[in-house]
């Protein structure tokens, strides 16, 4: 099993950068193929980005796209989101969320229901 916690989560005005983190612990985290997702009030969870174990295969919702980049340190058991060009439709909760790797593929999942482990979040509010 991984235990996830996210932390950088704040408030930021519009065109603003601000970085969330996420720690992993508990199992190898290099074995893993984590994402990003999250959840605005009244709406439903979604994909933001997601990385493979190795991190040589990155993917994107395409309305972030050029703004923000997905990370991973295997050394130091973490992976970040960089978001860029801050928009107040950004503002949800961000979660991290992570997918066992089996068999090495070294591939990467939008589908929430693909990931096996999750954080518990962090706020992240854009002012206009």
């Known amino acids: 099993q991984v235990q996830l916690v996210e932390s950088g989560g704040r408030l930021v005005q519009a065109g603003g950068s601000l970085r969330v983190s996420c720690a992993a612990s508990g199992s190898t985290f290099g074995t893993y193929a984590m994402g990003w997702f999250r959840q605005a009030p009244g709406k439903e969870r979604a994909f933001v980005a997601a990385i493979s174990w190795s991190g040589g295969n990155t993917d994107y919702v395409d309305s972030v796209k050029g703004r923000f980049t997905i990370s991973r340190d295997t050394t130091k058991n973490t992976m970040s989101l960089q978001m860029n060009n801050l928009k107040p439709e950004d503002t949800a909760v961000y979660y991290c969320?992570?997918?066992?790797?089996?068999?090495?593929?070294?591939?990467?999942?939008?589908?929430?229901?693909?990931?096996?482990?999750w954080g518990q979040g962090t706020q992240v509010t854009v002012s206009s």
């Open positions: 969320a992570a997918r066992l790797m089996k068999y090495g593929l070294d591939v990467t999942y939008q589908r929430d229901s693909a990931y096996d482990y």
